[in-house]
């Protein structure tokens, strides 16, 4: 044998053979490569390649379904027709479950999936000198930018490249590759004995959607040393804005409370409001796996169900939880394709390109707007609680007043309850960022508590 689809057939063939009633298997073959300079130096080079195969088995009892995972990176033959034995036998030393198995059908066209342009071949050919390369202009760009900046954390340059097969007993096999390339640095800044850091990255699918690394570099040295002579403020309440790369977090919060799990499990609090008005009515937020490019794209999820495009929050209103089959079942309701796993490990819910839908206003528009309040450049910590809303973070950022920026600040904490935030959003951007698999525009909460010195 020599691809992952023939691993993936075999072990389907080995695990019905040991006696499975339903089973499926998930084959990863991944290279990555990861490379940090700092100045001149080259801090470490990191290359790792390999292939899992991860088998689920499931037998069937009277009140349910059995199941058990096993994975190994071991590809023989005899090793895999071992693991899928093993698999059957633990399956029919577990609990029972109703909830359990595959999906009922609905899989997605193995011979016609999407193309969502989620690798360039030739960015393969790109090896570690091009990556060191890219590191050090990033790094030489950010200490050339202000004579301020005296050091840095480095700056770190990345690829990967996966082939992922899924495979199941109801005749489903489909298989997709995907690369994914980032650049980061993060210089440090000094003047009159003040020290600070801040970064910029940049991150896709491609090599040539990266932003020059001069740029990264310049970007990252342009925030450290703005955050020069940053100060303490009193504890007030006002008006705080999220920048773009701040506001992403507030939907990755977002996609934790609509989790299928977490909704059945009633550790929530947004589990019993579908339907209902949650947010600002500026507010819509999608999860889109089909986007063309998207960090999080894929034509097929964790249980080959065809990828879709799900309206979480349509105008302020949960308009939809993201659901794998299992969370769906105990629901009762379906599968919104959001299956999400790797080869050692059951089906679970994950987000796939989530993002807010930007407004009008730039950036700059909103800030000259807003009379007194704090813009939002660095979070800390996790002060968030799921079922009831509390909210509170550590936050670094720049000062308003008048409409306009007036100094940095450190050493304070933003605090309100999540669900009074989403609905007090009363200003969208313009200024949609993807750096990852959450997407947003910079957002203003009309009212959080800044606490600062007393």
């Not at 977490?262 to 339907?275: C, D, I, N, P």
């Not at 209103?317 to 059951?346: H, I, M, V, W």
Request: net charge negative; aromatic share 4%; proline share 4%.
């Amino acid at each position: 044998m020599s691809t992952v689809r023939e691993h993936a057939a075999l072990a389907l063939e080995a695990v019905a053979a040991a006696g499975a009633d339903a089973a499926d298997v998930v084959v990863v073959e991944s290279d990555s490569l990861e490379t940090r300079v700092r100045g001149e130096e080259i801090d470490f080079v990191k290359q790792a390649r390999g292939r899992t195969l991860g088998i689920r088995a499931l037998t069937r009892g009277s009140a349910g379904m059995r199941s058990a995972i096993t994975s190994t990176c071991d590809l023989g033959e005899d090793a895999i027709r071992a693991m899928a034995q093993d698999a059957v036998a633990l399956s029919r030393a577990t609990a029972e479950d109703p909830s359990a198995g595959l999906p009922e059908g609905g899989f997605a066209p193995a011979d016609a999936l999407p193309e969502l342009d989620l690798i360039d071949a030739g960015d393969r050919a790109s090896g570690v000198d091009a990556r060191i390369e890219a590191a050090k202009r990033a790094e030489k760009a950010a200490r050339e930018t202000d004579p301020r900046i005296t050091n840095s954390e480095g700056s770190q340059a990345s690829s990967g490249f996966a082939r992922v097969v899924y495979g199941n007993t109801e005749g489903f096999l489909g298989e997709y590759e995907s690369g994914s390339h980032g650049l980061f640095a993060e210089p440090l800044a000094r003047e009159n004995g003040s020290m600070q850091r801040d970064y910029w990255m940049t991150s896709a699918r491609r090599l040539a959607d990266l932003e020059a690394p001069e740029d990264v570099g310049r970007r990252a040295a342009e925030r450290a040393v703005r955050r020069l002579g940053a100060r303490k403020i009193a504890t007030c309440e006002v008006p705080v804005i999220f920048d773009p790369l701040t506001a992403a977090s507030l939907w990755r919060q977002v996609a934790g409370l609509v989790s299928g799990y977490a909704v059945y499990r009633g550790t929530s609090f947004l589990a019993e409001k579908l339907g209902e008005r949650v947010a600002s009515d500026r507010i819509t937020l999608v999860d889109d796996a089909l986007r063309p490019s998207g960090l999080g794209s894929r034509p097929f999820d964790g249980e080959g169900l065809p990828s879709r495009r799900n309206t979480v929050l349509d105008r302020g209103k949960l308009a939809s939880f993201l659901l794998d089959t299992y969370s769906a079942r105990k629901l009762g309701l379906a599968s919104t394709g959001n299956a999400s796993r790797s080869a050692g490990s059951a089906p679970g819910v994950g987000a796939t390109n989530l993002g807010l839908e930007p407004g009008d206003a730039t950036l700059e528009e909103i800030i000259a707007d807003t009379p007194k309040g704090l813009l939002v450049t660095e979070l800390i910590g996790m002060g968030f609680n799921p079922t009831t809303g509390d909210y509170s973070r550590g936050a670094a950022g720049l000062w308003i007043e008048n409409g306009a920026l007036t100094h940095p600040v450190e050493e304070v904490t933003i605090a309100a309850n999540f669900g009074d935030m989403l609905a007090n959003i009363d200003a969208v951007g313009s200024d949609l960022l993807w750096l990852s698999r959450i997407g947003s525009p910079s957002v203003r909460v009309s009212k959080m508590t800044v606490a600062g010195a007393t």
